[in-house]
Structure formats: structure tokens, C-alpha cells
């Protein structure tokens, strides 16, 4: 706790938008606690990783050349159009950084989206302009072509989070078509090993305005190493060079990454997406035989979206339970929506256990069914 002095004194001094901005909630920040996490969209464990702790006197490289090598053989790119991250989040905001001029230039984002797109640009001072996906979740290419101009990025998520559907491609291309010559898009594919066939990744020798994200955090299990990548031709990755820190990542970071992307490394992965596949059914399956799920959102990832009007008190229910899910209920056009990983066996048997034990209690209080408001679809 800061002392009224303390306090007194940082509210001088911090830039009055700083002052006003509410933090991201990340899953860590406002959810703590839980035996069950659900809530991040992790994988649900990770194999023995050894790392060496040799040379921590040195600072590691810029670019670490295994990492870099390991991540360009990986999505079959040159070295000179990656550039290697604190997380995809870090290239999110290196990106708006490289770009946007604070206090005057725009990023476009299309709600519902990943939060941090927006939160990066305010802590830069930059404007976020919002174009909302359309009704059946896909980018509004006349809304987006107003926006010719008026903006440096164009942050497109796909697949989707919190959705969980991919952006169709031709619309995708169509919207870099429309910015080609006066905004980056940038399309964020943090979840793509689980619909790899979907990347954009061939089209960055096409259009030199494609930027893509990329992270360990997701299919790779690794999201607490903190190791992301950004896509582009040399010339945005020569940029953002400038500005990210002198040495984002540390050497135990690179040694763990790097054996994540060697062959062993891709083959775990691999069968990591597959058994998450397959336990994706499973959640599929259970939550369509809920009577009380108005909607469930067909995903392509590690997570599903559900609309029910007894979000409310189910999120609280499972907290109660230890099992943590994400409530996305303020997320534009989400009202009454639920978001849940699919993390191990163990933890979706949590869910579905603490889930059934709701459903009990619910059969002996009906009026339950009547204290949440009427969802949006
Ligand atoms: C769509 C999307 N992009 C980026 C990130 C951030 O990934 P990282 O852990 O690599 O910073 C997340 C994390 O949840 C995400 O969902």
C-alpha cells in the first residue's frame, strides 16, 4: 500500500491518460486462486524441460540464431522476417510503438477481440478506432475501407479470440488489398497450430503491408517461458529491431524455445494439438446436451465461447468449485458469454464434474434460471 505522500507525488507526475487507464485484467491479475485454470487458454502441461545455466554472466544475444533458425525453418521463412519476443504481446506493442505516432495516429481493431491491442495503444497514447465484426463474426470490409487513412494498423485476430473462428481468408486478403498502401495489417495467429492449414503465412512474399503474430504460448505449452514472434518483410522487422529492448530474450528462454521447435520438440506439440483436439469434442459434446446453453461458438482452438443466461451465476458457481473459466460478458456483442479452455483430462473432468453438480443444484432451485438478463443472440 502507498503512502498518501507516495501517492500524491506519482499523481503528479504520470501522464493523465495513464492516470485514467484501467489495466488489462489478464487471467493472472484479476482471477487468482482455483485448483482447475481454464481461464487462459494454456495448454494443459507441459514434458521435463532441462535448461543449462552456463554463461548467465553473459547478456544474450539480440536474436538468439537457434531460436531465430528454429522459428524460420518452422513456418518456412528467411531469419530477416522474424523477430523473436517477450510473447506475442511484446510484438503488439513493439508494433504500435514502431509505428504510431503518440497522441495522433490510429489503430483499427474489430471487437470482439483480443484485449490487448487496444490496451497496448493506450498505454502509447495512440487512438483506437473499432470496427466491429459482423453478426456472423467476420470482418466488415466496407466499415474497414472507411477507415483507408485514418490509421497505421490493422489488428485482425484469427482465429479469433474470444470467439474461436477463423476470419475468412479472402476477406483477410481483401483487407490488406484495401491498406496496401497506408496500413500494416496485422494478423494475429496465436492459435493457428490448431488450424494450420488457415495461415496467412504465404502471403507475406505477396503483400509487404502482412504482418503476422505468432507465440509458444498456446499449442506449445510454453506461455509462462514468455516467447512470441513477429512476421514481416525485413524491412518492418529491420524497424521494430529499433525499438524493442536490446536483449528481449533471455538465454534459458532461448534454450527452452529452441528445443520446443526442434523435431522432437514439433512432434510433442503436434500430438499435444491433437489430444486437445479431441478433448474439444468431448466439451462440444457435453456442453450441447446443457439445456441452458443458448449458444455454443464452433471453434478452431484450445477454447470454446458459450452464451447462456446463467453466466453469471455458473462463472460464480465454478469459482466457488475452484474451477476457473472467463467470463467475457462485457466483451462487445457477448453478453451472457462464457469462455473455457480446453486444458488436461483432469482439468475438463473438474469442469464437467462442478458443471453436473450445478445442473443438481439447479433442478432444486428453478428461480435460478430467472437471475441472469436476457443474453444478446
Ligand atoms: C489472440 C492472442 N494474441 C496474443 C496473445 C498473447 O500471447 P503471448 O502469451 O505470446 O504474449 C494471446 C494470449 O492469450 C491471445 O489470445
Redesign the pocket.
Known amino acids: 500500500m502507498s503512502t498518501s505522500a507516495e501517492q500524491s507525488l506519482v499523481d503528479k507526475l504520470v501522464r493523465n491518460d495513464i492516470k485514467e487507464m484501467v489495466a488489462y485484467q489478464s487471467a493472472r491479475r484479476g482471477q487468482t486462486g482455483g485448483d482447475f485454470w481454464l481461464n487462459?487458454?494454456e495448454a494443459g502441461g507441459n514434458e521435463q524441460l532441462t535448461v543449462s545455466l552456463d554463461n548467465l554472466n553473459r547478456y544474450p544475444d539480440f536474436q538468439p540464431k537457434a531460436l531465430v533458425n528454429g522459428y524460420a525453418q518452422y513456418c518456412q521463412l528467411t531469419n530477416e522476417q522474424i523477430l523473436a519476443t517477450?510473447?506475442?504481446?511484446?510484438g503488439?506493442e513493439v508494433l504500435i510503438r514502431t509505428f504510431c505516432e503518440s497522441a495522433t495516429d490510429s489503430i483499427v481493431i474489430c471487437p470482439p477481440t483480443?484485449g490487448?491491442y487496444a490496451i497496448s495503444a493506450k498505454g502509447h497514447n495512440a487512438n483506437t478506432i473499432t470496427v466491429p465484426l459482423t453478426a456472423e463474426l467476420q470482418l466488415d470490409l466496407p466499415a474497414l475501407n472507411a477507415q483507408q487513412g485514418h490509421c497505421k494498423l490493422v489488428f485482425i485476430?484469427s482465429p479469433?479470440?474470444p470467439t474461436g473462428n477463423i476470419i475468412n481468408r479472402d476477406d483477410i486478403i481483401a483487407c490488406i488489398e484495401l491498406f496496401k498502401d497506408s496500413a500494416l495489417v496485422v494478423v494475429?495467429e496465436?492459435?493457428i497450430e490448431f488450424c494450420p492449414e488457415l495461415s496467412l503465412v504465404d502471403m507475406l512474399a505477396t503483400y509487404p503491408n502482412l504482418v503476422i503474430?505468432r507465440?509458444?504460448?498456446?499449442a506449445f505449452a510454453l506461455?509462462g517461458l514468455?516467447?512470441?514472434f513477429t512476421l514481416a518483410n525485413p524491412a518492418v522487422i529491420a524497424m521494430m529491431s529499433k525499438v524493442i529492448a536490446p536483449y528481449p530474450i533471455s538465454q534459458p528462454v532461448a534454450e527452452i524455445a529452441s528445443a520446443a521447435l526442434n523435431a522432437t520438440g514439433l512432434k510433442l506439440m503436434q500430438q499435444r494439438v491433437d489430444n486437445t483436439i479431441a478433448l474439444r469434442a468431448t466439451v462440444i459434446d457435453f456442453l450441447d446436451q446443457q439445456p441452458w446453453v443458448n449458444k455454443r461458438f464452433s471453434s478452431n482452438t484450445n477454447y470454446i465461447l458459450f452464451n447462456t443466461e446463467l453466466a453469471e451465476s455458473l462463472f460464480e458457481f465454478l469459482t466457488s468449485q475452484g474451477v476457473l473459466i472467463r467470463n467475457q460478458s462485457n466483451q462487445l456483442n457477448l453478453a451472457n458469454c462464457l469462455r473455457v479452455s480446453i486444458g488436461n483430462k483432469t482439468e475438463i473432468s473438474a469442469f464437467i464434474a462442478a458443471v453436473t453438480t450445478f445442473n443438481q443444484q439447479l433442478a432444486t432451485k428453478p428461480t435460478l434460471e430467472n437471475s441472469s438478463s436476457t443474453s444478446n443472440f
Open positions: 487462459a487458454n517477450r510473447g506475442a504481446d511484446e503488439i483480443y490487448m485476430c479469433n479470440n494475429d496465436a492459435y503474430l507465440t509458444l504460448s498456446k506461455a514468455r516467447c512470441g
